[in-house]
């Protein structure tokens, strides 16, 4: 399925320790307390590769014994957009490794028969189109809501779009590379794909339900 898709927009997350903590998230064991900060844990990892490409100057600094040239980003403001409900579980870890980074928030609900998206809420910096936008929701599922998101973030201006998931369905990669050309992936998991509810197979059910206690 992915094969005819611009795949050097994916980049998978695959370290040792983030295996080890999706696999205790994809566990039906696992607690709301545990689940929620590793979902925590995983944003955070994500982030590190999601701003791996972050330009750099250099700046001056006196260390206790001398003066010598450091680096520190040159400069780039940063948004983290999570997808209502379940994304707000990603912005926490991702403030961590970016604490000047302004925080939107797009509401967005699925419906149950035709597994559509639909828009609730919306609420961004109002700088927003100077801004690299990190788009966060654990699970990629169809790409609906994801491909929404994009196409409003689009429409407000901005330029720099990342998406960051837990775990991707093949069949969301698919649609959201090919409704956009220019939005890159990030993902510490690419699963088999959707069951007839469009759930992700093996997946880690209801995301939000689990962050939330609400299953």
């Known amino acids: 399925m992915l094969q005819d898709v611009d795949m050097s ?18 566990s039906i064991e696992t607690g709301t307390k ?19 490409d972050f330009p750099l100057e250099d700046v001056a600094v006196t260390t206790p014994i001398c003066d010598t040239v450091c680096k520190q980003l040159s400069g780039r403001k940063v948004a983290i957009i999570p997808i209502l409900r379940a994304g707000l579980g990603m912005v926490d870890g991702l403030l961590e490794l970016v604490p000047s980074a302004r925080v939107g928030h797009l509401g967005m609900y699925r419906d149950e028969v035709t597994h559509e998206p639909h828009e609730y ?12 936008c ?3 929701d654990p699970m990629l599922a169809t790409g609906g ?9 689009r429409a407000q201006g901005v330029q720099d779009i990342r998406l960051l998931v837990l775990v991707a369905a093949p069949e969301g990669i698919k649609a959201v590379l090919n ?11 690419i699963d088999e794909g959707l069951n007839e509810a469009a759930y992700i197979v093996p997946g880690l059910g209801d995301a939000g339900d689990r962050i939330f206690g609400t299953k």
């Not at 809501?145 to 973030?153: H, N, P, Q, R």
């Not at 409704?179 to 998991?189: G, I, L, M």
Request: glycine share 2%; aromatic share 8%; with cysteine.
């Open 9 to 26: 927009r994916v980049t998978l997350i695959d370290h040792p320790l983030v295996q080890h903590k999706l696999a205790i998230m994809r």
């Open 34 to 52: 545990q689940f929620r900060e590793l979902v925590r844990e995983l944003a955070l990892f994500e982030g590190y590769e999601a701003t791996r």
């Open 121 to 132: 809420y919306a609420k961004v910096p109002a700088d927003i189109d100077h801004r690299i």
């Open 134 to 136: 990190l788009v966060v």
């Open 145 to 153: 809501s994801s491909i929404d998101a994009i196409k409003y973030l």
């Open 179 to 189: 409704s956009d050309a220019q939005v890159r992936v990030f993902t510490c998991a």
